[in-house]
């Protein structure tokens, strides 16, 4: 993953795999050359540890997704959608921490 990114930042906390700093290609071209069978095995080892709730985000991105879609898919019809709104929040689970903002 690319170095000082979400995601860079997520695979080091994790320690579940190597981060990048740009340019790229000259960080990636020394690392193949050097990184070893062993160094590969453990960080694998480690991805394979953690659990899938990990990288799947689940029933709330998927609501999340789905009201998201619906509000986009409205507005560029123009329909009023405040009912359709408030029904695609009761799909999100109350503990999932959005508000009715």
Not at 50 to 62: N, Q
Not at 79 to 86: E, G, K, L, V
């Amino acid at each position: 993953a690319a170095q000082d990114f979400e995601v860079g930042r997520k695979v080091e906390a994790l320690g579940a795999g190597w981060t990048f700093p740009a340019p790229f290609e000259e960080a990636l071209t020394l690392f193949f050359a050097n990184v070893t069978a062993g160094e590969y095995t453990e960080k694998r080892r480690r991805l394979l540890e953690l659990p899938a709730s990990t990288f799947i985000a689940g029933d709330d991105a998927a609501a999340l997704c789905h009201f998201i879609s619906d509000e986009a898919t409205l507005r560029l019809r123009g329909w009023r959608h405040r009912r359709n709104r408030t029904a695609a929040r009761r799909l999100i689970p109350a503990h999932a921490g959005f508000g009715d903002s």
